[in-house]
């Protein structure tokens, strides 16, 4: 966990003692801010995965910082507060907290808000790329490369061969893909094949017995994420598979 940086701005300092020893015990990296011009720097410097917020600081408004941290739009925020009706604990999670807690609590209940927002994070943040060997599929530049050649796809059949990888082997129906990887309704399951097709000729070694864009009989299509364990030969559907 060393790589989750979590910022504490809390004005009572042995609240913020005893979270951050509870923080650092759990091996997360912590640094405290006892107000909002050093919480600022530090943010700026640090740049937190995740901020516990005091909604009462001494020297203004947390709740105001809460709306400024949310702009930056670069960490979770896990707001404290000693406010505990329905309108303030609103007004909170409307300013950008991702999740409010009141005083006083308990340290395991705040450790598991803690680790419930990390869960959140990881289960968000999308990879930057796909890599499955000799196919590498970059998400940023949308583009593809394979045998380290690149690829020129059109923004169709990048965004279908997308689709088909992040289904993590998982077969899809004709219609699950038109649904997933078109921007407007087609109503037209054969539009699908056709693409699989100009998508074999580009990535596969052999288009007529494809190993990465598989047939299932019945169903639809699924990648096949083996291809990077020793870049299987072509051919290497099931049996019950054909191609289109």
């Given amino acids: 966990m060393g790589s989750v940086r979590i910022q504490i701005i809390e004005g009572n300092p042995h609240l913020r003692s005893l979270l951050g020893s509870h923080l650092k015990k759990s091996g997360y990296g912590v640094y405290q801010s006892q107000n909002l011009d050093q919480a600022k720097e530090d943010f700026h410097h640090r740049q937190p995965t995740l901020v516990i917020l005091d909604s009462d600081l001494p020297d203004s408004d947390g709740v105001e910082f809460c709306c400024w941290l949310q702009q930056q739009r670069k960490s979770l925020i896990l707001m404290l507060s000693a406010r505990n009706s329905e309108r303030d604990i609103v007004t909170g999670l409307k300013a950008g907290a991702d999740d409010y807690l009141t005083k006083p609590f308990g340290i395991q209940e705040f450790m598991a808000r803690v680790e419930a927002l990390i869960r959140r994070l990881r289960i968000t943040v999308a990879p930057l790329s796909l ?3 000799d196919l590498k599929i970059d998400l940023v530049q949308r583009r593809v490369r394979f045998k380290e050649e690149f690829i020129d796809l059109t923004p169709q059949e990048f ?3 997308y689709v088909l990888a992040q289904a993590e082997g998982m077969a899809l129906s004709r219609s699950e893909l038109l649904r997933r990887a078109w921007p407007n309704a087609i109503d037209n399951p054969r539009t699908i094949d056709t693409h699989v097709l100009a998508l074999r000729k580009k990535i596969e070694t052999d288009p007529r017995q494809p190993s990465i864009i598989q047939t299932v ?7 096949n994420q083996g291809i990077s364990e020793n870049n299987p ?3 290497t559907e099931l049996a019950t598979h054909k191609s289109y």
Avoid at 217 to 223: A, I, L
């Fill in 217 to 223: 009989r019945n169903v639809g299509y699924r990648f």
């Fill in 131 to 133: 890599d499955y060997g």
């Fill in 233 to 235: 030969t072509p051919g």
């Fill in 159 to 161: 965004s279908l061969l």
